[in-house]
T-cell receptor
Framework: DAGITQSPRHKVTETGTPVTLRCHQT?????MYWYRQDPGHGLRLIHY???????DKGEVSDGYSVSRSKTEDFLLTLESATSSQTSVYFC??????????FGSGTRLTVV | AQSVTQLDSQVPVFEEAPVELRCNYS??????LFWYVQYPNQGLQLLLK??????LVESINGFEAEFNKSQTSFHLRKPSVHISDTAEYFC?????????????FGKGTRLSVIA
């Protein structure tokens, strides 16, 4: 979607390696979120941020960390990737009164 | 905390027939309600939302949803579906008047429109 981009779009990595996914926004929205989507589970919240350096855990945060050093970027890191982290990852942004906007997703495969 | 239940994981329907996708939610506080649509290999697009006011909300492509507080439901309906409506539909909630709390999603309903 315009104003929010995720990179990379696709990634294949090996078990045990670290992986970082990037979410970049140009909307200057305060709130940013990382979700993972898996068949039969819908979207589940991993971590979210309510400002620079302000983050909190979501429902499925184990094995993931995040960082937000500036408003426009929200990074999701898998410290040591496992096969259970094979998923499609979506970033979202929101601001009071502006609703939620989702990125196009990153398809991550851990082999 | 909120939770969302989408009662049907898959709904097959013939073209031009009506469809209802069911969504129930649970929350101890007032909520905002949303329906998102995801076409194959794409991201999520907002279909419609209930924030306040009229309990019946409509989308530009003929879908409508009605907020029913007593039944804690927000079912999505369309009187006549098209092949192009084939997609996965997600119901979501967030807390009202609490800043921008994260959306909580249901598990999704896959709508398949059959010619």
């Amino acid at each position: 979607d315009a104003g929010i981009t995720q990179s990379p779009r696709h990634k294949v990595t090996e078990t045990g390696t670290p992986v970082t996914l990037r979410c970049h926004q140009t909307e200057n929205h305060r709130y940013m979120y990382w979700y993972r989507q898996d068949p039969g589970h819908g979207l589940r919240l991993i971590h979210y941020s309510y400002g620079v350096k302000d983050t909190d855990k979501g429902e499925v945060s184990d094995g993931y960390s995040v960082s937000r050093s500036k408003t426009e970027d929200f990074l999701l890191t898998l410290e040591s990737a496992t096969s259970s982290q094979t998923s499609v990852y979506f970033c979202a942004i929101s601001e009071l009164g502006a609703g939620y906007t989702f990125g196009s997703g990153t398809r991550l495969t851990v082999v | 905390a909120q939770s969302v239940t989408q009662l049907d994981s898959q709904v097959p329907v013939f073209e031009e027939a009506p469809v209802e996708l069911r969504c129930n939610y649970s929350s101890s506080v007032s909520v905002y309600l949303f329906w998102y649509v995801q076409y194959p290999n794409q991201g999520l697009q907002l279909l419609l939302k209930y924030l306040s006011g009229s309990t019946l909300v409509e989308s530009i492509n003929g879908f409508e949803a009605e907020f029913n507080k007593s039944q804690t439901s927000f079912h999505l309906r369309k009187p006549s579906v098209h092949i192009s409506d084939t997609a996965e539909y997600f119901c979501a909630v967030s807390e009202r008047n609490s800043g921008n709390t994260p959306l909580v999603f249901g598990k999704g309903t896959r709508l398949s429109v059959i010619a």
